[in-house]
C-alpha cells in the first residue's frame, strides 16, 4: 500500500488523476514479476498485494468518475436500471 500511497500524492502526480492510473495499471501489469516464489501456507502475499494495488485502482476511478467526469455512482446508475429511469434517486 506504500507504493499506491506515493503514487497518489502530490509528490509523485500531483493532481493528475490520468497519470495516476496510468501508474497504478503499470504497477498492477509489473508486480506479479517481481515476487519472489516461496511457500505461504496461513497467508498469500501476492493476493493481498495485487488486492491492495485493484482497491487504489478502484478508488481513483471512482474519484474521476465522481467529480471529473460528474457521472454518478454505480449504486445510483444500478436504481436507476430496475426503475425504469423514471424516478429521481
Do not use: W
Request: hydrophobic fraction near 35%; include cysteine; glycine fraction near 6%.
Amino acid at each position: 500500500m506504500r507504493r499506491c500511497y506515493y503514487i497518489c500524492s502530490e509528490e509523485a502526480n500531483g493532481n493528475a488523476l490520468a497519470r495516476m492510473m496510468k501508474d497504478l495499471r503499470r504497477l498492477e501489469y509489473e508486480a506479479p514479476k517481481s515476487f519472489i516464489r516461496r511457500f505461504e501456507i496461513f497467508s498469500n502475499v501476492k493476493r493481498h498485494y495485487l488486492l491492495g494495488v485493484t482497491q487504489s485502482i478502484d478508488i481513483v476511478s471512482s474519484i474521476e468518475k465522481r467529480f471529473i467526469t460528474g457521472q454518478a455512482s454505480p449504486d445510483t446508475t444500478f436504481i436507476r436500471s430496475i426503475l425504469g429511469g423514471r424516478h429521481e434517486v
